[in-house]
């Protein structure tokens, strides 16, 4: 079961920039992909940015130009700056992990961050 602990979040106003953070460990047989999901209140928990161990990368579109994903597969470690923010921005972010549970590399699974706060407001 992998752990991921995420650091970063917090309050900026809006047009500032936040660096999201994420540790991954306990993986046995490597993490496919690693990637950022928010929950608004209200709202359903929605992928902000995914990166794949190839650097393949994949945003939403109401964050593409303004946020970037990057990892760190030495340290398995994934990274979201997040530039422009609106208000709009603000939700609970969750970091993800697609690792793998066969040595194969033929099954994955999904781990979870405890989730940061982002709050943009004037």
């Known amino acids: 079961q992998v752990q991921l602990v995420e650091s970063g979040g917090g309050s900026v106003q809006p047009g500032g920039s936040l660096r999201l953070s994420c540790a991954a460990s306990?993986?046995?047989?490597?993490?496919?992909?690693m990637g950022w999901y928010r929950q608004a209140p209200g709202k359903e928990r929605e992928l902000v940015a995914a990166?794949?161990?190839?650097?393949?990368?994949n945003y939403a579109d109401s964050v593409k130009g303004r946020f970037t994903v990057s990892r760190d597969n030495a340290k398995n470690m994934v990274y979201l700056e997040m530039n422009s923010l609106k208000p709009e921005d603000t939700a609970v972010y969750y970091c993800?992990?697609?690792?793998?549970?066969?040595?194969?590399?033929?099954?994955?699974?999904?781990?979870w961050g405890q989730g940061t706060q982002v709050t943009v407001s004037s």
């Open positions: 306990g993986t046995t047989f490597g993490i496919y992909a």
């Open positions: 993800n992990a697609k690792y793998f549970i066969t040595r194969s590399g033929s099954l994955w699974r999904d781990g």
């Open positions: 990166i794949t161990s190839g650097v393949s990368t």
